[in-house]
T-cell receptor, first 115, second 116 residues
Framework: AQSVTQLDSHVSVSEGTPVLLRCNYS??????LFWYVQHPNKGLQLLLK??????LVKGINGFEAEFKKSETSFHLTKPSAHMSDAAEYFC?????????????FGKGTKLSVKP | DAGVTQSPTHLIKTRGQQVTLRCSPK?????VSWYQQALGQGPQFIFQ???????QRGNFPDRFSGHQFPNYSSELNVNALLLGDSALYLC???????????????FGPGTRLTVL
């Protein structure tokens, strides 16, 4: 069975400082992993995805994530936070049960950015 | 290119009523998935439709049903509404690959359902 665990429910950083949002995964297969962002009262936007190609994945808005099989982790990072990055971030693994592939979401990490 | 659209944006119902939510997928996509996001939680998978059939279902009761039309749009129906059904309902569309698995899912803005 597939699952993801987001290790922090809330992360607070100052504008211009690095961002680290942590995610561990569990998967019986070679996983497909995603990070989605949700701004207040908005839908989900795909930040980046890992599908067994390069282990360092670059996404939109300067975010990137590194797949580490030995640590079963897929942490999201950004070198310098911007006020507009304040949002809820979800780590997601694809569930291949039944072959159709629905998504399993973590509980989310709320990112706050202080001026 | 229009993305995934959902209607209505907001909906208020009372317990016991029935509700229908609608979703139009992104152009070129043929698969629609529905998710329920309770306040403060991550989205949970309800079911997925492809070729007008329910292909996979999450852990939701039979009160939740759906439909997909020939133009790939979809409806989510919930009968006998409970207070606990209050949530943001998200629709996601994708393109089913030749291997049978779906590609990246793109989400709509959601429908906020409040049950009083």
């Amino acid at each position: 069975a597939q699952s993801v665990t987001q290790l922090d429910s809330h992360v607070s950083v100052s504008e211009g400082t690095p961002v680290l949002l942590r995610c561990n995964y569990s998967s019986s297969y070679s996983p497909s992993l995603f990070w989605y962002v949700q701004h207040p009262n908005k839908g989900l936007q795909l930040l980046l995805k890992y599908t067994s190609a390069a282990t360092l994945v670059k996404g939109i808005n300067g975010f990137e994530a590194e797949f580490k099989k030995s640590e079963t982790s897929f942490h999201l990072t950004k070198p310098s936070a911007h006020m507009s990055d304040a949002a809820e971030y979800f780590c997601v693994v694809r569930n291949y049960g039944g072959s159709q592939g629905n998504l399993i979401f973590g509980k989310g990490t709320k990112l706050s950015v202080k001026p | 290119d229009a993305g995934v659209t959902q209607s209505p944006t907001h909906l208020i119902k009372t317990r016991g009523q029935q509700v229908t939510l609608r979703c139009s997928p992104k152009s070129g996509h043929d698969t629609v998935s529905w998710y329920q996001q309770a306040l403060g939680q991550g989205p949970q998978f309800i079911f997925q439709y492809y070729e007008e059939e329910e292909r996979q279902r999450g852990n939701f009761p039979d009160r939740f049903s759906g439909h997909q039309f020939p133009n790939y749009s979809s409806e989510l129906n919930v009968n006998a509404l409970l207070l606990g059904d209050s949530a943001l309902y998200l629709c996601a569309s994708s393109l089913r690959g030749t291997s049978g698995t779906t590609d990246t899912q793109y989400f709509g803005p959601g429908t906020r359902l409040t049950v009083l």
